[in-house]
């Protein structure tokens, strides 16, 4: 029987160079979709997922998404003081979410760094990785729910997978795998963002992952590439050769909020989704003339 997943690792210490000068002065990951800030809906997702302990690894410059998730006195006196109830409400809710801890990741050293920053906070459990440029929804069960299912069935650890076309294969890495059943694959190899004609398959590993305490240890011994970088899909690689490792083809659609045209996508249609916008924005849309 595995251990039940309670702990979930947020790697959110990088630069966001990707949507400079908007980025300069505030942390990516408090860009807003609508009136939320992306690394809410992730967080969300985790609590909605079961998690109860949320790790956040940050660097310099993100003090904003600790003060986000803090409890903010003076707002909540001003916002009861004024009567502004529903407003309130949503304030202290987002302090109530679940228990968040920090840890800094002093340099930007890769994926694989910035997971082994929280080997102290995680322990000697298996936890959940979410990386926030990824925004999922659209699905009745959240994506992560849908790993965690897979992981204590099979008891090893899970990656969220998505089919993408071959010419977007290059900026994904790409499991190899056969499938045991439905959505699920176990995974004979993991590639990092392979040319098209050499990917294994269209299966392209997405920021959601529950992972076993085990990969620490080989996260720590893991060489840096040429960038200077340690890799997740190198440990991971590693990882597999000792134990089995599996896919899930989610259910649910994602948003790319890390590239420029998918986060102005998702600010689209989750507005046309709220119901105090939707009928006035659509409308305005329609209006455009394009």
Not at 71 to 98: P, V
Not at 221 to 232: N, V
Not at 233 to 259: C, H, Q, S
């Amino acid at each position: 029987m595995s251990m039940r997943v309670r702990k979930g690792v947020f790697p959110a210490a990088g630069l966001g160079t990707r949507f400079l000068p908007a980025t300069k002065a505030q942390p990516k990951e408090m860009l807003p979709l609508v009136d939320k800030p992306t690394i809410q809906y992730v967080v969300e997702e985790a609590v909605a997922s079961g998690l109860q302990e949320i790790i956040i690894v940050t660097g310099r410059g993100k003090r904003a998404i600790e003060d986000h998730f803090d409890a903010a006195f003076e707002l909540e006196y001003y916002l009861n003081d004024r009567g502004k109830s529903e407003e309130l409400a949503q304030i202290k809710t987002i302090s109530e979410l679940a228990s968040v801890s920090y840890v800094r990741q002093k340099e930007p050293l890769g994926l694989g760094h910035a997971i082994l920053c929280a080997r102290t906070l995680v322990g000697e459990e298996p936890f959940g990785v979410f990386l926030g440029d990824d925004i999922i929804g659209g699905a009745a069960t959240p994506c992560m729910r849908q790993l965690l299912d897979v992981f204590e069935r099979h008891d090893g650890p899970v990656i969220a997978v998505e089919r993408v076309p071959r010419e977007r294969i290059h900026h994904y890495g790409v499991i190899a795998g056969r499938n045991i059943g439905g959505n699920v694959w176990q995974i004979d190899d993991l590639v990092e963002k392979p040319r098209a004609e050499d990917a294994p398959s269209d299966l392209a590993i997405i920021g959601r992952y529950v992972l076993t305490p085990d990969l620490f240890p080989i996260l720590a011994q893991t060489a840096a590439d040429k960038r200077g970088e340690i890799q997740l899909t190198d440990g991971l690689r590693t990882l597999r050769k000792r134990r089995p490792m599996y896919a899930v083809e989610f259910v649910g659609k994602r948003y790319d909020t890390g590239d420029k045209l998918g986060f102005l996508k998702a600010t689209v249609e989750f507005a046309l989704a709220r119901p105090d916008l939707s009928d006035a924005f659509r409308a305005y849309l329609k209006g455009l003339d394009l």
